[in-house]
């Protein structure tokens, strides 16, 4: 939790030294009404007293009051303003390094539990800073103040207020051994109730597809009665405080009034006054320690759960991304375009084997180079390579001359035109969704945008759509079949004029005419450009300048289609299984 204050602000800290200030006016008034409170007793009972020197203090008193209400909205308005900054510098910090992390650490916390710890944890640490700072504070302030102020006025009422000051820190241990290990659990329960909740809801159309309602109801209902019951266990644990303080407030009262009326009785007449005031003085200052104490119940309620989400968030916050930037921002005029792979092994984290298996070969400028292989051959991690998703383990990727290492990885990525296995969307619109990221066109915007489109084939689609490139995109793209997401996702990659395309099985839910059309298309109106294509169908790849062929994550083959037709026995399969052999042959 501490280091989770490190990312105050200084305003925000001035505010937390401002806090402080009106917390020490506040306790010094709530002290100082008993006082007034004695006075007044003694004024009462006083024969001669003046009705004015009464009604004095209790102008004092109500003053006392009043200031004390003023320093307690001042302290809850500072309060908020610490939460509500602190939150929102925690949620733009977890942003901002997922942003930057591998796959590797996106995979290692999980996409479901980084969405909890962006939200729910950060909301926890901010309820425990808007509500608890003027309890953490104002507690122990309050507790050592009113304990100085009782002290020497009796012992017996001080063995009474000892005992219930006791009976308050054996309740906290208790829950403090109990409750405390169900607030770790809470967490890693969320994130699994928000895992069962985010497949059923990107899953639907399956779900339905195959009348699977009840079985996602039984994987919720699970989750959510976990978490359930792990609430209720906490929660009837912490049920027990509030008639605890009542029974103590109570008690100690009965205590103070039992013994003072005991000591009253044996005391001198000349000393009866004074101790009826004291008595008085000291139920008040007695109530004081209770609700020091009582705040403090309330920071044991709210600090346990609030520290699990803090080292959950300080988890993120500390991890480092294994792929940190170079300082490069420019490749080699020369070999501007070029992607070389020299004896490049890669292994995913944590897996016993390598995927790929010592990969070598170059893509030259204006190339089209295929990569064709059985599912599982790492035709996809070969490529994610490229732009760094992941950095090979063995040998090294070179683009425009240089290590991708060597890259800051915005500018590697600028030179990438990158289209994912499944064509991915974002809410908004077409147009906003083809001119994505860091694409920024002034008023040639729409020209680039439709010229993007007619070359992947799109135009026809958007031109029958009421709003053209304004429709809207739902989040996902679900609103549009897979042959069209994957056009505007080949048009967003083109509308960038990148250096080098990236197309990861781009094509497969295009019919074979329009899959045609758009790679002419394509070769003619980016001339000049890289283009690397992992495919499936070999009319995709066929007049590709170079086709490499996986197996087992390694090469088999390499050259054109008639080289390999004539050399290569498992890219000859791959072409008989999907053509007849005079069309493979022929081709």
Known sequence: MINILKNLEKTQWVYVLVSISFIVIQVWLDLKLPDYMSDITMLVQTEGSEMSEIIENGIYMLLCALGSMISSVVVGYFAARIAAGLARTLREKIFKKVMGFSMEEINNFSTDSLITRST????????????GLQAMIKAPILAVWAILKISGKSWQWTAATAVAVAVLILMLTVLVIFALPKFKIIQTLTDNLNKV??????????????????????????????????????????????????????????????????????????????????????????????????????????VPRAEVAAKRINEVLDTKAKIQDGTQTEGIDTKEGEVEFRNVSFMYPDAGDNVLHNISFKAKKGETVAFIGATGSGKTTLVNLIPRFYDATEGEVYVSGRNVKEYTQEALHKKIGYV???????????????AYGDIVYGNETMEIIEKAMEIAQGSEFVQKLDDGYDSRVAQGGTNYSGGQKQRMSIARAIARKPEIYIFDDSFSALDYKTDRVLRTALKRETKGVTSLIVAQRIGTIKDADQIIVLEDGAIVGKGTHRELMKNCDTYREIAYSQLSKEEADNE
């Open 120 to 131: 729910n944890d950060i909301t926890q640490v901010q309820m425990v800073i808007a509500m």
């Open 197 to 302: 909740t985010r497949e059923n809801l990107t899953g639907l159309r399956v779900v339905r597809a195959y009348n699977a309602e009840a079985y996602q109801d039984k994987k919720f209902e699970h989750a959510n009665g976990e978490l359930t019951s792990t609430y209720l266990f906490t929660n009837r644990m912490l049920a027990i405080i509030n008639p605890t303080m009542t029974a103590i407030m109570s008690g100690i009262s009965l205590a103070v009034y039992w013994i003072g009326s005991y000591l009253i009785n044996e005391a001198a007449m000349p000393e009866k006054y004074p101790l009826f005031a004291d008595m008085v003085v000291f139920t008040s200052y007695a109530m004081q320690i209770i609700m020091a104490f009582m705040l403090l119940a309330m920071i044991f309620i709210m």
């Open 420 to 434: 994912s296995q499944r064509a991915v969307l974002f809410s908004g619109d077409i147009k906003s969704n083809i």
